[in-house]
């Protein structure tokens, strides 16, 4: 069985993009592949965070990946700082990793323009992303188009890594989201649906109360035609909107437009905001019944000491490899 690994970090607000994007197709995964999902608070913390509202964060996650249907059973569950493999295998990728390279991700030069002072976490993070994939043997690592390149990064340390120490780590390959996962801005549906949009009717939270996802859908932009057609380049709008219907409810988009000929909007976004509360309101039941549970520490334990066993593995390999402390059986 291949093993799949994914991080998602513990940044507040997830929204509906990230639940269509990634744990929608989790939940999917966990079926096929020998699957791992860390929550990534070491990452977070390369900008600064409030400590008690970071806890939080880390505690909200994991109860949203159980409640929209992570099995713990079939799939390892566990918080990024509790297997310290990472960071060790983190520092080990960095001795391999050049600084020009680093200085080359897209993500570090557009979230350190024009500041005076960026934390060295966020020009080095990449080589612990690197290390987080490759601890595990993973396979396949589902990104978007906004991580490809860090992935790439990844194979590079690893190819690099393979040969000039010890031919041990797995060269993981990239897993594109399946088509129509990519989902806009509700205000903006050229751009991509982000918790960091100032615009707070741009996305939708998982957690967004029945009367907030109500008006955040009927006040989403369209188009003055008033025709509910998917045409992605002429109505992005609407075709953004058939997407979400089309994903939450499973049926294909061709269907959903044939129901809605000769409707206008108002009734098409009526009905489509009533699929979505109908959909969040039972992820957002089991999540409160979770989140402050004991039943979430002993799933979160028990992915702990799962990972721990299969990252510490790896990184024994790594050490031996690089000539680190005394030679381990």
Known sequence: MKTIFSGIQPSGTITLGNYIGALMQFVELQEE???????????????????????????????????VGIDPEKATLFIQS???????????????????????MTQFKDKSSGKESVSAGLLTYPPLMAADILLYNTDLVPVGEDQKQHLELTRDLAERFNKKYNDIFTIPDVRIPKVGARIMSLQDPTKKMSKSDPN?????????????????????????????????????????????????ENRSIDEIVREYEGKGYGEFKN????????????????????????????????GAEKANKAANKMLKKMENAMGLGRKRK
């Open 200 to 248: 707070t009717k741009g996305f939708i939270s998982i957690l967004d109360d029945p009367k907030t996802i109500e008006k955040k859908i009927k006040s989403s932009v369209t188009d003055s035609d008033g025709i509910v057609k998917y045409d992605k380049e002429n109505k992005p709008g609407i075709s953004n909107l058939l997407s979400i219907y089309s994903i939450i």
């Open 33 to 67: 592949y020998n699957c791992y999902f860390c929550i990534v608070d070491q990452h977070a913390i390369t900008v600064p965070q409030d400590r008690l509202q970071l806890r939080k964060n880390i505690r909200n996650l994991a109860a949203l990946y159980i409640a």
């Open 82 to 104: 509790e297997v310290p493999a990472h960071a060790q295998a983190g520092w080990m990728l960095q001795c391999v990793a050049s600084i020009g390279e680093l200085e080359r």
């Open 271 to 302: 009905d489509l905001a009533q699929v979505l509360i109908k959909k969040l309101s039972a992820i957002q039941e089991k999540y409160l019944s979770l989140v402050e549970s004991d039943e979430l520490d002993r799933i979160l334990d028990m």
